[in-house]
């Protein structure tokens, strides 16, 4: 566990001299909330409802961006850098640098929530009970993991500037037909039977089941199957494009 949180801190520390990643990481998600989620807050208001039904999209988009098209990018950046060929050759077994990475990426995701629910505190009405914050944001932290072994295993297979667009595509379909741009029963008829069965759908409605939102249309059942099934898939491909990666630069 202590080379676990080594390899983690050593990915926090390159990630503090690159101000061009993580500012926008923190700022942007507060820009898109105040254009396309302060006036639906509001509104929400006005009806004696709290925010936060409005506040988790913003809050799962912030993270599947940092997991999912961040990671695959820094990843795939790391191979190209001749420091990444020590780091192979450490007795250090590979799930441990999988660890590492994903520890703090999901760590950097804690931070990256920050202005938004600094902003979203003070002028919106947040109305869920705090000791209900933990599990709301825990969920939403937990709920990533599958998509950061997603993101691992576009970067270790694809090149930098081929992974970046990859992710970006994956990131937005998923995104758009799991439903956090519109509602699931908003979107075409002709992908609405496919919603139940992706990760973003359900990791959104396990979110919003937490804070008693959820506008479900599958039994938690089904989410967790789903979710798991997933999280193996992708498990899976970070594997096999790991050692794939290996064996091409190894033998």
Do not use: C
Request: charged share 10%.
């Amino acid at each position: 566990m202590k080379h676990v949180f080594r390899h983690a801190l050593a990915h926090a520390r390159d990630t503090m001299r690159m101000p061009i990643y993580w500012i926008p990481a923190l700022f942007f998600p507060l820009l898109f909330f105040v254009l396309f989620g302060y006036t639906t807050a509001h509104r929400l208001s006005q009806l004696g409802l709290g925010s936060e039904y409005v506040i988790t999209p913003f809050l799962l988009f912030t993270t599947l961006n940092v997991t999912l098209v961040s990671l695959s990018a820094g990843v795939a950046a790391d191979r190209e850098n001749p420091w990444e060929s020590r780091l192979r050759v450490l007795p250090i077994p590979s799930l441990t640098r999988f660890a590492g990475r994903l520890f703090y990426i999901l760590t950097f995701n804690l931070v990256s929530w920050i202005p938004l629910l600094t902003l979203a505190s003070f002028t919106t009405t947040i109305k869920l009970p705090l000791y209900l914050w933990p599990a709301w944001l825990g969920g939403v932290l937990l709920g990533s993991i599958p998509f950061g072994l997603l993101g691992m295993a576009i970067g270790y297979r694809f090149a930098p500037q081929a992974a970046m667009m990859i992710a970006n595509i994956i990131f937005m379909l998923f995104a758009f037909l799991g439903g956090l741009f519109l509602p699931s029963d908003q979107l075409p008829k002709a992908v609405q039977p496919i919603v139940p069965f992706l990760p973003t759908h359900e990791y959104q409605q396990i979110v919003l089941t937490i804070i008693g939102r959820a506008d479900r249309i599958t039994s938690p059942g089904w989410t967790m199957a789903v979710l798991g099934a997933w999280t193996l898939l992708f498990a899976l491909l970070a594997r096999t494009a790991f050692r794939r990666d290996e064996g091409v630069r190894y033998g």
